[in-house]
């Protein structure tokens, strides 16, 4: 059973900075791009960050430059370094693993960056 657990949310006053970390277990983890996605109240989820098998990064606008995010293939984990958090960075923050037969994701954990 495909397993991507998330950890590291929390409460940050604006300014500071959290990691999120996402384990994942029953897959093949180093050939899925893994992404990080976002959902504020009553908005849709929106991708924050991504990173391919390869490596390569990519960025939302809003979170370029604050958010880093990288993996660990010998750990099976991707995770997202967030400095210079903003209170519209609340959201619940999902991992989600992308291959090209099927998609996975974690069950959430919440940021909140109070002002």
């Known amino acids: 059973q495909v397993q991507l657990v998330e950890s590291g949310g929390g409460m940050v006053q604006a300014g500071g900075s959290l990691r999120l970390s996402c384990a994942a277990s029953?897959?093949?983890?180093?050939?899925?791009?893994m992404n990080w996605y976002r959902q504020a109240p009553g908005k849709q989820r929106e991708l924050v960050a991504a990173i391919s098998s390869g490596g390569t990064a990519s960025y939302a606008d809003p979170v370029k430059g604050r958010f880093t995010i990288s993996r660990d293939d010998a750990k099976n984990t991707v995770s997202l370094q967030m400095n210079s958090l903003k209170p519209e960075d609340t959201a619940v923050y999902y991992c989600n693993a992308n291959g090209v037969r099927a998609g996975y994701w974690g069950q959430g954990t919440q940021v909140t960056v109070s002002s």
């Open positions: 029953s897959i093949v983890f180093s050939i899925y791009a």
